[in-house]
């Protein structure tokens, strides 16, 4: 089979991560081209047996409206790639990508599977008009969670995808720390305010005889890092890694505390390194992942006592955190690379079945 996937970057992204995990174990099988819009190199690995072209027009979040030569510039681009292209199914990452595919491809029909990598309610303005006037057209689309799946009943064929958990790197010498680990883009929705007001409430004590790291990069970076000093926090800021597989080897406890979340990576990849959860019950993902009281705790969105309590109980309870750990572990298989990429395979036979009937 001859699979197109078309995305606007390559980035540091968890849709971008997701793409890299599919591309690699497709190509075991098939024959893989990955088309993009901008001229970066990738920040993830792929095996030289992908394609990779540049479309070398750049990427930005200026609205539909922002640069609209731009936005056409685009769709032109990518309808003559679509016409050229010998594929037997082209997929899209993303909404914004999604919608510029689907437009492109009017005319062309060529079989078109869309993937939703955030929540619903994340699209805004004018892309949001869009997405409900091209989605329809769509031959299939991939959501990540019940919540987006019950928004999109003008999509008649779509399933629920979960994320592939990524290949784990050989890893020695590495042991569990009193770590806690929370990763994510430092932006507002991640909400990592409210984790450092939670660990500001937390015992001081028993605080100091735990080592804080928070992976990842963004506008709010700054705030934070201000906000940690105000409140006498000793937080390691990483920034983005690629040896984030080392944090979570070490860590024992990993916090998410978004307001909003399409799947929530971190908390399904953790599972894998033996790490407790603690995440806010915001809408989507992480109600999805974790069974309150069982195999993680949930808290309120917004809620930095809440999360302190949490936080403090996992602290002192390592029986708790193995109970935590050893329930969580009983969905690892749900995850595996090789379980999800068989579902696409389905997925993607079924769709070229009902196009062909």
Known sequence: MKILFVISALGKGGAERVLQVLANHFVKDHEIKI?????????YEFSQKIEIKNLNLGVGNLGFFGNIKKRFGKIFALRNELKNSDADIVISFLDNTNILTLLANFGVGKKIIITEHINYNFLQGFWRV???????????????????YERYPYVKNRTIMPNPMFEI????????????????????????????????????KLLKGWKIVIAGDGSERENLQNLANELNLNIDFVGFVSNLHEYYAKAKIIAVTSTQEGFCNILMESIYFDIA??????????????????DGFLCEVGDEKGVAEKLEILMRDENLQEEFIKNANLRRNDFLAENICKKWVDFINLTLEKNNL
């Open 277 to 294: 959860r603690i995440s806010t019950d915001c809408i989507a993902g992480p109600s999805e992942l974790i069974n309150n009281g069982k």
């Open 130 to 148: 869009l997405r409900r006037l091209t989605y329809p057209f769509a031959d299939g689309l991939t959501v990540l969670t019940k919540y987006d």
């Open 35 to 43: 088309l993009k819009f901008d001229s970066d190199e990738p920040f």
């Open 169 to 204: 790197p050989e890893i020695s010498g590495f042991k569990k720390e009193n770590l806690i680990l929370s990763a994510g883009r430092l932006i507002p929705h991640k909400d990592f305010k409210t984790f450092l007001k939670a660990l500001n409430l937390v015992d001081s």
